[in-house]
């Protein structure tokens, strides 16, 4: 069973970045998917970003235009850039791999994807 391990969290003002990193134990182009998930104290769990093995890419509203997941099949690495920063983006974040291909429209369900990582943390200050 792969092993995920995420880095990269931090605390931050409002209008930073961080570059998160995911760092799979085996190769991750066995994975058609890698996604990235998030969560905020007392709430669920959310889907932020996916990218398929193609380099397809998708993006929940709330981030989209701000953030970038990209992968490094090379290096079994898939990566986060969150610029501009908000306090609403403070959460855990988590990456996820599914080894089966998801349809367009199940990218985002966390139901999907088949392992999970400890997390990093993300802490936005106003």
């Known amino acids: 069973q792969v092993q995920l391990v995420e880095s990269g969290g931090g605390l931050v003002q409002a209008g930073g970045s961080l570059r998160l990193s995911c760092s799979a134990s085996?190769?991750?182009?066995?994975?058609?998917?890698m996604g990235w998930f998030r969560q905020a104290p007392g709430k669920d769990r959310e889907f932020v970003a996916a990218?398929?093995?193609?380099?397809?890419?998708y993006y929940s509203d709330s981030v989209k235009g701000r953030f970038t997941i990209s992968r490094d099949n090379a290096e079994n690495t898939v990566y986060l850039q969150m610029n501009s920063l908000k306090p609403e983006d403070t959460a855990d974040y988590y990456c996820?791999?599914?080894?089966?291909?998801?349809?367009?429209?199940?990218?985002?369900?966390?139901?999907?994807?088949?392992?999970w990582g400890q997390g990093t943390q993300v802490t936005v200050y106003s």
């Open positions: 990218i398929r093995r193609s380099g397809g890419t």
């Open positions: 996820a791999p599914s080894v089966n291909r998801v349809i367009t429209s199940a990218v985002g369900d966390q139901r999907m994807y088949t392992t």
């Open positions: 085996g190769n991750t182009r066995r994975y058609d998917t």
